[in-house]
């Protein structure tokens, strides 16, 4: 009888089931010796890590498939009491069929409840082992033996911590924690010959939310030949939102505390050998507290948001940032570096960083420059000030030490940057220069920049070049402008510049300027010390006009150059014959109806003592003469030009001058006045002096009049002579007076002769040698010409010898002494001495 699907199904069943647990049976017969796999597995564990080993209690358990389940798990530490990592149960769960011919093979190890505590001394050493070789060379670490026993098919960790507490640069008391929990870790095998796949997630604890982590990937040729450099691995990395403040006593170096209150979040991928290269690419975010919602860089005026991708590769114990570069946002960047050795004291550092405008007084919150050191922001902001500042190319190959110490001359080589200004503010020590925008380069310690605009003392100024040496400690500095400015603003700066200075009584002495001049300027030498600095400046006036002071009209159109000099320390180079100061070369300009020309002086100092050397000449018109003439009320000469009114022609002058500055009594002047038809006369009293020409020529104290000539009333007439001014209130005079044709009625005003009428030309000579209260005199007249009447005593007709001739003298409030006298008509003569001791008594 045909049996019945029914009981084929059931037999097929039962005997499968029989099998089953006839074979799990004979497996757990094999595992029944406990004690016997407790003291082997101590004893391996042991050998593996070198530590201590406990084992709570050992257990037969099914749950996880046929498994031993260790309970209380502890490995010691070497020098602490308490245990390095502990464990509630490990179930070590094997595999059925080699355990019917005697031999356990682990199929996969479970962990639960881990706890692996994590020190560093105050030396700087792991209780682990050396933390350098699990980088460097991590198929030789125990780490990577243990690791290596446990892959089986599967290794997993439950509801794992890791707790660290970090001594090193902190004090006994008060050492730095950082905890990770929840950590689940699995490695699994699915296939024969697939890669291991594994897991690692976890949490880290914040005052807020707790930041996920999680790290995934898979590895291969874990069993090879290599010794584990062979290791294929590749994976994803992926964290939300890490407090930055969590790491704070680690970033307190690269980052100001007013930045640590941030939130990292990173998505990155790796790939390479273990013990060999490695890379990884990835995105990197960073937002402040205040504004977690966006951890990206929307705005470069509100720098707490950045986002960065990078592609890092690892070698060894090398970093190489193969990219690195802002993701979003207007502020973006792009970095290149390396860091070898990273993990001895002093790593060996490359850097090669662009960036776009960030604002200055900012800096620290930007990326990356935010990991820069804060006494480098310090550093930047103490030289600068409001603005943005471009970062066109930053280089720096060097060690991490030389790094922090770039202030040393040695390290100054090692750092090349050419930054890109936009209104930015220099503060001291480099030129106090306001708005600057240009390009600032630096390279071995020194510094070139190209300034195509900026302001100084509110001045615009452009096209400044120059270098500054020794740039990090003791600047130097080499400085050249050309600029075209407006007059009027520039006076104001000088006036600001020159402060306390010698110079700016001289300066504001003008005012009400017009016009434009090109400017030049270079300085040379210590940027902190003004007595030390090099200056040359030039001041080249195009058509200016300005006011000055105690001078009525207006100067105009003024052209030439003046030309400062500042010698360092020159106050105490004694022997210097000649330092300059200010020089004015071959200014021109007009005033009224009047100009100057070749204008050409010198201010300095002479063996060390303030010197002032002038010389120009002056065209000046017969109206405006008494806009030049001296006020001296001192000088006798001043005296004489009170009621004189010059109405026509004009003079030249070639003047000359030197004094000290610093005492105006020790002024001297030299000078050559050629008279060009000038015409003058006193209002009150005298004829009109007309077409005046000749020379008169001063300094030394004399005054000297040669061939001066012209008309007095309708006379012609001659004068020489000179006059002594080494007294100005007293002076001598040394005159010839000569009147070749003179007629009756230029006498009129005249004393003495007033009423003496003649008709036709006489011809008088006279001499003067002394001062105006006492002279002597000369007096000689050819009447020959001329024909005149004494009434009741004579008459004298034209074309008959006449002559007479006087010598003596006049002292005031004296009269008049004639020691000689003669006077000759036709062949007679009559001569003899006389007296006048009232001029103004009219019956004397």
């Given at each position: 009888m045909p049996i019945s699907r029914k009981r084929i199904v059931f037999y097929s069943l039962f005997t499968i089931i029989l099998s089953a647990f006839s074979i799990f049976s004979l497996a757990y017969y094999q595992l029944r010796n406990i004690g016997e796999f407790k003291t082997l597995a101590v004893e391996k564990l042991e050998a593996l890590t070198r530590r201590e080993v406990k084992i709570g209690g050992a257990e037969m358990d099914i749950v996880r498939g046929l498994s031993i389940r260790l309970q209380d798990v502890s490995i010691g530490a070497r020098k602490a009491e308490k245990p390095e990592l502990t464990a509630r149960s490990v179930w070590v769960v094997v595999k059925l069929l080699p355990l019917l011919e005697k031999r356990v093979e682990v199929k996969e190890v479970i962990v639960q409840g881990l706890s692996l505590r994590v020190t560093r001394d105050a030396q700087g050493q792991f209780n682990l082992g050396d933390v350098k070789k699990w980088v460097t060379q991590p198929t030789k670490s125990n780490f990577f033996k243990v690791l290596k026993v446990s892959l089986m098919n599967q290794l997993m960790v439950e509801d794992g911590a890791i707790h660290f507490q970090d001594y090193y640069n902190?004090?006994?008391?008060?050492?730095?924690?950082?905890?990770?929990?929840?950590?689940?870790?699995?490695?699994?095998?699915?296939?024969?010959?697939?890669?291991?796949?594994?897991?690692?997630?976890?949490?880290?604890?914040?005052?807020?939310?707790?930041?996920?982590?999680?790290?995934?990937?898979?590895?291969?040729?874990?069993?090879?030949?290599?010794?584990?450099?062979?290791?294929?691995?590749?994976?994803?990395?992926?964290?939300?939102?890490?407090?930055?403040?969590?790491?704070?006593?680690?970033?307190?170096?690269?980052?100001?505390?007013?930045?640590?209150?941030?939130?990292?979040?990173?998505?990155?991928?790796?790939?390479?050998?273990?013990?060999?290269?490695?890379?990884?690419?990835?995105?990197?975010?960073?937002?402040?507290?205040?504004?977690?919602?966006?951890?990206?860089?929307?705005?470069?005026?509100?720098?707490?948001?950045?986002g960065l991708e990078y592609k890092i590769s690892f070698d060894h114990d090398s970093i190489h940032i193969d990219e690195l570069k802002s993701t979003s946002g207007p502020f973006k960047f792009t970095a290149k570096g390396s860091l070898d050795e990273f993990l001895s004291n002093d790593p060996s550092l490359s850097l090669d960083l662009v960036t776009d405008s960030f604002q200055v007084n900012k800096s620290a919150d930007y990326l990356p420059l935010k990991f820069f050191p804060e006494e480098y922001h310090e550093w930047v902001q103490s030289h600068f000030k409001n603005g943005s500042i471009k970062i066109k190319s930053l280089k720096f190959a060097g060690s991490l030490k030389q790094l922090g110490e770039l202030e040393h001359e040695k390290n100054w080589g090692l750092i090349t940057s050419e930054l890109e200004l936009k209104q930015v503010d220099w503060q001291s020590p480099l030129p106090r220069l306001q708005n600057v925008t240009g390009v600032f380069k630096v390279g071995k310690g020194n510094t070139i920049f190209s300034i195509a605009k900026a302001n100084y003392e509110n001045q615009p100024i452009s096209n400044v070049v120059g270098t500054v040496h020794d740039f990090i400690s003791k600047p130097v500095i080499d400085l050249k402008v050309e600029n075209e400015v407006k007059m009027s603003q520039f006076h104001g700066t000088l006036k600001r510049i020159f402060k306390g200075h010698p110079l700016l009584d001289s300066i504001t002495s003008y005012d009400n300027f017009e016009g434009n001049a090109k400017i030049s300027l270079n300085v040379k030498g210590p940027i902190e010390d003004f007595n030390k600095l090099a200056i040359d400046g030039n001041i080249g006036l195009k058509s200016v006009s300005l006011d000055e002071k105690g001078f009525e009209p207006r100067l105009k159109n003024l052209t030439g150059n003046i030309i400062y000099t500042h010698t360092p320390e020159a106050d105490k180079r004694k022997d210097a014959s000649w330092i300059p100061v200010v020089k004015y070369d071959q200014l021109s300009g007009e005033f009224s109806k009047s100009s100057f020309s070749d204008l050409n002086g010198e201010r300095g100092f002479s063996n060390g003592e303030p010197l002032e050397k002038m010389s120009a000449t002056y065209n000046i018109a017969s109206s405006d003469l008494h806009y030049v003439l001296s006020d001296n009320t001192e000088d006798a000469l001043v005296g004489l030009k009170e009621g004189l009114d010059f109405s026509a022609g004009g003079l030249v002058l070639k003047y000359r001058s030197q004094m000290n500055p610093m005492q105006p009594e020790s002024e001297k002047e030299w000078g050559k006045i050629e008279l060009k038809n000038l015409s003058m006369q006193y209002m009150d009293r005298f004829k009109v002096m007309m077409g005046l020409n000749g020379t008169i020529s001063y300094g030394d104290g004399k005054l000297r009049l040669e061939n001066l000539h012209g008309r007095y009333g309708d006379s012609p007439f001659q004068l020489e002579g000179e006059v002594d001014r080494q007294n100005i209130k007293k002076l001598n005079y040394a005159l010839r007076l000569n009147f070749p044709d003179l007629v009756d009625s230029d006498l009129k005003d005249i004393p003495l002769f007033k009423d003496f009428k003649f008709k036709g030309q006489a011809y008088v000579s006279l001499k003067l040698n002394g001062g105006l209260d006492s002279f002597k005199f000369e007096h000689q007249a050819d009447l020959a010409r001329v024909g005149y009447e004494i009434p009741g005593f004579m008459e004298k007709q034209p074309n008959a010898l006449n002559k007479f001739k006087a010598k003596g003298s006049v002292i005031k409030n004296a009269g008049m002494t004639i020691d000689s006298w003669s006077y000759e008509l036709g062949g007679n003569q009559v001569s003899g001495a006389a007296s006048l001791l009232d001029f103004d008594n009219p019956d004397f």
């Open positions: 902190r004090s006994p008391e008060n050492p730095l924690p950082l905890d990770l929990e929840h950590i689940h870790f699995s490695v699994r095998k699915k296939l024969l010959g697939s890669p291991f796949q594994f897991t690692l997630k976890g949490s880290v604890p914040n005052e807020g939310s707790p930041t996920a982590f999680q790290v995934s990937g898979a590895f291969d040729n874990f069993f090879g030949n290599q010794g584990g450099a062979g290791i294929s691995i590749d994976g994803k990395v992926k964290i939300d939102e890490l407090n930055v403040s969590s790491f704070q006593p680690y970033l307190k170096k690269v980052m100001a505390e007013t930045q640590q209150e941030g939130w990292l979040s990173l998505d990155s991928s790796f790939s390479g050998n273990l013990g060999g290269a490695l890379k990884t690419e990835g995105t990197l975010k960073y937002t402040s507290d205040s504004n977690r919602q966006h951890a990206t860089l929307r705005n470069a005026r509100v720098p707490h948001r950045g």
